[in-house]
């Protein structure tokens, strides 16, 4: 391995990107140590670090014919530890939001019946406001919201311009919002 200790990390990621073992242990010699200390550095904590470095290198190892070779290695760990880290603050984020509305839920017994009532109602107050639309605009916003397609592939399908498109969605949401004071975030989860 000392031979592999001469090589550039661009020789070392195309080694790597072939499958050689050995430059695969020569990155992780020359990057664990210092990618450990940037993730300990970020999360504050030493086992939760351990774990990032782990899952950095396995995953470094399972996909090693998927690097891209255009990119600087160096800065490839680095991005990949920092994706991690915040993958694993959001995983928590998530966890910790369920097990409130868990415990909220245990606290109530129950769902609230009327709550459900207010959300179905709403629903179908924003669905009938959508049918209120202009026929144009309405295809535009649904083809949008429904079938997730971009301004562009609206555009095409409909033979129209992509300005055009933009426009009507944009008149769509401002209708709704304007009509139900709410952040389309939440209009949208509705709708869903």
Do not use: C
């Amino acid at each position: 391995m000392a031979a592999y200790s001469t090589h550039s990390d661009q020789e070392l990621a195309v080694l790597l990107n072939a499958g050689n073992h050995t430059a695969f242990a020569e990155i992780y010699k020359r990057y664990s140590s210092v990618l450990f200390l940037h993730a300990r550095h970020m999360l504050r904590e030493e086992e939760g670090a351990k774990d990032v470095i782990q899952e950095l290198f396995a995953t470094v190892w399972s996909n090693y014919n998927q690097i891209d070779l255009s990119i600087n290695l160096s800065a490839y760990l680095y991005k990949s530890v920092r994706n991690i880290i915040l993958n694993m603050v959001r995983h928590d984020k998530v966890k910790e939001a369920y097990l409130a509305d868990l415990g909220t839920f245990v606290e109530q017994g129950t769902v609230q019946t009327d709550e459900l009532v207010r959300y179905k109602d709403l629903k179908r107050r924003i669905e009938e406001e959508i049918r209120q639309m202009p026929p144009k605009m309405r295809v535009i916003f649904e083809l949008s919201r429904n079938e997730n397609l971009t301004h562009g592939e609206i555009a095409a399908r409909l033979g129209i311009s992509t300005t055009t498109v933009k426009k009507q969605v944009s008149n769509a949401v401002g209708i709704l919002r304007k009509k139900f004071k709410l952040p389309m975030a939440i209009i949208f989860m509705l709708l869903k």
